[in-house]
């Protein structure tokens, strides 16, 4: 579970408008697995994922969701194409690999991608596997290419309390 839990950001920078016209980045989402204030405070529920095709929003999140069936598809088979990330991405997921793949293996099968919502100019995915549930933000660059690719555990369930008295 810790290496769950260890850095698994592939990138940082969040794109929006700004990075599809000149390459900057207009935000930053802040790494909320480090530093003592994310122990502290407790992370805001997330939105309730809906069970709704890429096709059925529209083309930009269509593409978003092909990107992330791609990526997964590779990291559990032959290995990852380079050439579907921007370059800096690429250079960062390389330098990572050989802790990332495993984990995307042990997921498990893919079983269902559900779109959460956008965020920054980025779209946001619940991806649920066989051995997991975890929630994905990918973004693209003006080039076309992935430029962020993040994962995580999604949260766990809170579970109520049985009352059996």
Do not use: C
Not at 110 to 115: G, K, P, S, T, W
Not at 148 to 165: C, I, K, M, Q
């Amino acid at each position: 579970m810790k290496t769950l839990i260890a850095a698994l950001i592939l990138g940082m920078a969040v794109p929006s408008a700004a990075l599809a016209q000149d390459g900057a980045a207009a935000g930053r989402i802040p790494n909320t697995f480090d530093g003592p204030a994310a122990a502290q405070a407790a992370p805001p529920p997330a939105p309730e994922p809906r069970s709704v095709s890429g096709a059925e929003i529209g083309p930009d999140v269509k593409r978003s969701e092909d990107a992330l069936r791609a990526v997964v598809a590779q990291a559990q088979g032959e290995g990852l194409d380079y050439t579907m990330f921007s370059d800096s991405l690429a250079q960062r997921i390389r330098g990572q690999a050989a802790q990332i793949i495993p984990i995307i293996k042990g997921f498990g099968e893919l079983q269902e991608v559900i779109y959460v919502g956008q965020e920054q100019g980025a779209d946001l995915f619940a991806l649920d596997f066989a051995q997991a549930r975890t929630q994905w933000i990918i973004g693209f660059n003006a080039e076309d290419q992935i430029a962020v690719l993040l994962f995580r555990p999604a949260p766990a369930e809170p579970t109520t309390p049985s009352h059996d008295h």
